[in-house]
């Protein structure tokens, strides 16, 4: 069965204190990994996509990686702005629809 | 290039009523994704239309419908509403071709089944 699993389910960070985000998935012809970022009661905010293992992103203080099996999203040095919900999703499988993991909420306090 | 915007934002209703939502991707964007997210099961896809063609299903009953238009905005129907359709309903549109998989979400719509 496809599956995503996100870890932890929350993090709570001190602002400065850099941690990284896990996103494994089980899914046949991986078309693609993103991660997104939501507040809220918004929608999910587009962040990176990941199409290869070895293939690294990054935007401002956030950096994404992808191995064949999972994926990192390595925040370095958060601030209080950073706290929210980040999505992880893959693309691929036997429906061809993205297939979304429960999300970790991040909390980074001042 | 404005977002995806989905109307209305809040609604609330009552067991056995339908309800519609609607959807306009971002300009030049010609594929729509629905979403049903709750606290519970999070994102679950619903339905993905093109030039006005399902091209996918999720695992929903038959109680959710959707369809497009030639202007590729979409619209979502719920009939005969259940308290467990409480929940945020997203939309996000994407521009179809080789390459371009990324799906960009609206805001959502906050239903509330009482």
């Known amino acids: 069965e496809d599956q995503v699993t996100q870890s932890p389910e929350a993090l709570r960070l001190q602002e400065g204190e850099s941690s990284s985000l896990n996103c494994s998935y089980t899914v046949s012809g991986l078309r693609g990994l993103f991660w997104y970022r939501q507040d809220p009661g918004k929608g999910p905010e587009f962040l990176f996509t990941l199409y290869s293992a070895g293939e690294e992103k990054e935007k401002e203080r956030l950096k994404a990686t992808l191995t064949k099996k999972e994926s990192f999203l390595h925040i370095t040095a958060p601030k209080p702005e950073d706290s929210a919900t980040y999505l992880c999703a893959v693309l691929g499988g036997s429906q061809g629809n993205l297939i979304f993991g429960k999300g970790t909420k991040l909390s980074v306090k001042p | 290039k404005a977002g995806v915007t989905q109307t209305p934002r809040y609604l609330i209703k009552t067991r056995g009523q339908q309800v519609t939502l609607s959807c306009s991707p971002i300009s030049g964007h010609r594929s729509v994704s629905w979403y049903q997210q709750t606290p519970g099961q999070g994102l679950q896809f619903l339905f993905e239309?093109?030039?006005?063609?399902?091209?996918n299903k999720g695992n929903f009953p038959g109680r959710f419908s959707g369809r497009q238009f030639s202007n590729s905005r979409s619209e979502m129907n719920v009939s005969t509403l259940e308290l467990g359709d409480s929940a945020l309903y997203l939309c996000a549109s994407k521009f179809f071709g080789v390459g371009t998989d990324t799906q960009y979400f609206g805001p959502g719509t906050r239903l509330t089944v009482l």
């Open positions: 239309y093109f030039s006005e063609t399902q091209r």
